[in-house]
C-alpha cells in the first residue's frame, strides 16, 4: 500500500510554521509498513489544493490531508477535496447539531461561521474530533482512500489513532526499525566503518546526522513483525560490533533517559547548577518520567552572587572568571554537597550573542562531580546561535555523565 | 517570480526527521517578496527525486533542493539533478582539492566515499560550504535557475545566505508582514471580531491557532517595502483597535522577550523556582539575549526538601501537600526572598503519566509573587503529554507575569 500526505496551509509556504504533523504521520504509517513516496505541502489557494489532492488520488492508494478544516475563509481543504472528488458538499444537520453542542457545553454561543466545519461530501463519512471542533472526513472511491485531518497537532494525532485508523483496516506492522545513537564520532566514519552493510537492500542499513549525534538506522521488512526482525538481526549484530565503543542509546532512547537508567543502577543521585543553560539542563532530564528517583533539582545561577549562595567559593570566581574551567568544576562541587547528590553536572559559558570576560561567545565548560572525583570539558562552539550553543552544551553535559557512567 | 522546494532525504517520509530546512527557505523567500506555491519531498530515489525536480523545473522560476548531498550511496540529489537536466557530472579537480584540504586542516584523511561530493554538473557552479564537506550546486538553465543546498540546517542557512542569495539577484524585499500574538481568546472568537477584515485580499488578515496562543497576520506587497508597510497600515489598526485587551506581542516577540523589556521598564528583577518545569522556565526565560539584566536565576526544587531548602515553609508543604496553591504562593514567596528578587515565579504540579499525592496528572498550580502581593493560578492540562503539560505551564506561568506587568 502507498499513501501520500498532504499538508494545506499558507503559513506553510510562508515559514511561519514547521510542520512536524506530516513527519508523525510518516512515522506511523511506516511503522505499519506503509511506504510514503511523496508528501506535498499547498498554500490556502483552491485550485491549488485541489490539483494536489488530484495527484494523489491519482498515483496513491490513501491520501492523506492535514489542516485547513478550521471555520475561517481561508480553510478550504474540504472544498479541495470535494472539487478533486467532481461532489458538491452540504451542511450536514447531524454535525451541526454535535458542533452546537460542543459550545453550549463550554457555556458558549457557536460563531455562524463554524456552520462551515458542518459540511461533508457526499462520499465521505466524517471522524468525530475529541478535541476540537473540526471533524474530519473519510472518502472511499473504489480502492482509494482519503483522510482529511484538522491541523492542530493533538487534534490531529487523536483523530488519526481513534477514529481513522480503525476504520482503515492497513496492514498490521511488518517494517522492524532498530536506530543506534553514538556520539563522538562524524559520519563518514562511521559509514567507513560499516563499510558494505551501507550498500545492502536488505535489510537496509543508513546513516543520519543528528544534534545529539550521529546515527545508524537498521531496517527490514518481513510477513511479520518478528519475521522481519529475524531478517534484521545479522545486520544488528554487525553495527553493534562495529560501533560498540560510540554507541551510547538505541531507538527512542533518550541521553536524560539513559542518565536515569544507569544511575538507578547505581542506586545515585544526581543535581544540576547552570549558569549558561538557564535550566535547559534542568528540562532536559525532568522530560523524562521516574527521573524523580534519581535527579534531585538544582540551581539556576545566572547572577553571579547565586553561585556563591549556592556554595561557590567566592575566591575561586574571583582568581578565575565565572567562566572557566575551575569555576565549572567548583560548581559541580558545591552543588553535590548543596543539594546533597552523589553526581552533579555544572554549565557555564558564554552564550552569546556578546562576548563575556573576554571570552568569546561559544566558550563553554561543562563541570562533572561525582564519588570518582571532579572534572571539566571545554566546548568551543563559536559557529551557533545562542540556542544552538545552549543545546548542544546539554548534550555534551550529558554525554560526560554517561561516560563517567558506563553501562552495567 | 515563482520558487519550489524540493526536500530530499527518505528520513523526510519515514517521519524520522521534521523538515524544518524547507520553512526556513520559505520564510526567507516570503521576506522577498517571492512565492512559494509547490513544497516537496522526496526519498532517496534516483527516479522519483528526478521527477520532482523535473516537474519542478517545469512550473517554477527557482527550483531549491535540501539535502541529499552527503558523501554516502543514499545520498543521491546530484545525480538526479542531473538526470533532469539530461547531463552527466563528473568529479571536478579543483572541489576534489578543496575536499582534500579541509580534512588534512582538520588532521584526517578524507574517506575516499567523499571524492563523490567533488562531482558537478556540466551547467552547474559549485557553491562553498564553510562549515562542512558537501558544496552546494547553482545552476542556470534560460530564465530557470537551481539551487542545490546541504542538508544539516546551519550548512543550509549559511550557504544560502553567503552563497546562493548574492548569486541569485532575487528582487528586494516587497512583502510586509506584521503578526499580532494574542493570550487567552479562542480563534473563533478572534475572527468574530476581526469579522470582514479576514476577507480582504490585500492587505491580507489571517488567524493561525498556536501553543502560545491564537496569532492574527496581517500582510501587504509593495512596489517597496516602505510602500507595502503603508498598504498594510489600515488593517494593522483595525486589528490593534479589536485584539486591543488581548494582544501581548508582535512579530518574533516571545513571551519571555517582552517579560524582559516590562521589567527592565520597572527596574526590577525575577526569579524562578520550578518542580512541575524542572528548569523549563528558566530555559525559556534565559533564551533571551540580556535576560541577565531582569533574571537572576532560582532554583529546581524537585526533591520535595529542596523546597525546604530555598525557604518554603514545611508546614505549607505538610498541610496543603507539594501539588497545591498554598504550596505554588509559597514557592513564589521564598524564591523572592531566597534569591532576592523583586517578582518570582513558581510552578508545580503534576506532569504525568501518572497521578501524584492523589492529584490527576495534568494539574498544575503557577505561583507569582511581587511587590503588589502573592497569587496563584490552576491550570487543569489532563487532556496533554508530559511534555505538553510542561510547556502549557511556562506560557501560562509567563503570561500570569505578564498581565501583573501591562506594558507602560
Redesign the interface.
Known sequence: MLAELVAVG???????????N?????????NRGVD????????D?LG?ATA?IRQALQRSDLVITVGGL?????DLTREAIAAALDETPAVDPALEEGLRGWFERRGARM?E??VKQARLSPSATSLPNA?G?APGWLVRRGQRMLVALPG?P?EMERMWTAEALPRLGLPKATLFRR?YKTFGIG???V??RLGAL??AATPSV????RADGVQV?VAAKGTSMDDAARAAEPAMRAVEDALRDVIWGVDDDRMAEVARRRLLERGATLS?M?SL???????A???V?G??DV?????????V??KA?FGVPPEVLERHGAVSAETAEAMARAAAA???SDYALSTTGV????DLEGRPAGTVFIGLHGPQGTESERLDLS??T???V?ERTVVGALMLLLRRLPGL
Not at 510514503?36 to 498554500?43: D, K, N, T
Open positions: 499558507t503559513e506553510l509556504l510562508l515559514g511561519e510554521v514547521v510542520d512536524s506530516t513527519a508523525w504521520l510518516a512515522g506511523q504509517l511506516a510514503v513516496y511523496w508528501s506535498q505541502r499547498v498554500g489557494n491549488r494536489a478550521g471555520p475561517t475563509e481561508d460563531p461561521m463554524n478535541l471542533t492542530p493533538r536506530t559520519e563518514s566514519s559509514a567507513e551501507l550498500s543508513a546513516t543520519y546526522a538506522r544540576t547552570e543553560t538557564g535550566g535547559l539542563l534542568g528540562a532530564l525532568t522530560s518520567p527521573i524523580s535527579y534531585r533539582g538544582g540551581g539556576i545561577s545566572y547572577a552572587d547565586l549562595l548543596h543539594f546533597k552564550a552569546g550573542p556578546s559557529n551557533r545562542r540556542d544552538g545552549r
